[in-house]
């Protein structure tokens, strides 16, 4: 019973009233997504809470598998967007797609991440605040990363992030930019805290 609440976070309902952490995680993400996105259906609207396409098994490419955590606040996309137009600088381009939902969330455990950069002059290096999950990346080539979490620059390089229990960041949809890529991955950002073992340094696939 308990496995299926893994697989269907969303969707499962426990007969006898429990729930598992996954569903009270998700369960008011799904449901605000579908008050702003009434043209989605229940796959779409799964697939833009959790990651994961529902009709895909765990592990295929580009897929968010679960981790643990515990939601801290709920942010629209554009009230994230002006934060970093107030907190880092008045160009910052808008990182979360307009109409989506941000959350800051608490890490219940130590967790890795992946951050890719250029580590070019005027461009950007292994210590950052955007990190990915490394399934994210799996298997796409430097310029399919850049395209699918909108960078700007084509990375080169990749190392890992560890980020501690405890730990507090925002996850949300990469918004489309022009000239940088399309978006739609999932990204996470360090809220401007200067956190986190960035290490082990290394060449991404295909340079």
Same mark, same amino acid.
């Given at each position: ?41 229940? &796959?779409? &609207? ?13 592990? #295929? ?15 629209? &996309?554009?009230?994230? #967007? ?67 979490? &909108?960078?700007? #620059? ?54």
């Amino acid at each position: 019973m308990y496995q299926y609440c893994q697989a269907n976070p969303v969707g499962y309902v426990d007969p006898s009233g429990h729930t598992c952490e996954i569903v009270q995680n998700h369960y008011e993400q799904y449901q605000e997504y579908r008050k702003q996105h009434s043209e989605a259906n229940a &796959a779409k &609207a799964y697939e833009a809470v959790t990651g994961k396409d529902p009709l895909k098994k765990d592990g #295929n490419k580009g897929g968010t598998p679960t981790f643990k955590y515990k939601k801290v606040k709920t942010f629209t &996309a554009e009230e994230t #967007n002006q934060w970093f137009i107030d907190n880092v600088k008045p160009d910052y381009k808008p990182p979360y797609k307009p109409g989506t939902i941000v959350n800051e969330i608490e890490l219940t455990e130590n967790t890795s991440f992946v951050r890719v950069y250029d580590n070019m002059p005027d461009g950007s290096g292994m210590y950052g605040s955007w990190v990915m999950k490394a399934e994210d990346i799996e298997g796409l080539t430097p310029l399919e990363i850049q395209n699918k979490f &909108a960078l700007p #620059n084509t990375p080169k390089y990749v190392c890992d992030v560890e980020l501690e229990a405890g730990t507090h960041i925002r996850e949300g949809e990469v918004n489309p930019l022009e000239g940088w890529g399309s978006g739609g991955g999932t990204q996470y950002d360090l809220i401007g805290q200067r956190i986190g073992n960035f290490k082990n340094e290394r060449l991404l696939e295909g340079n």
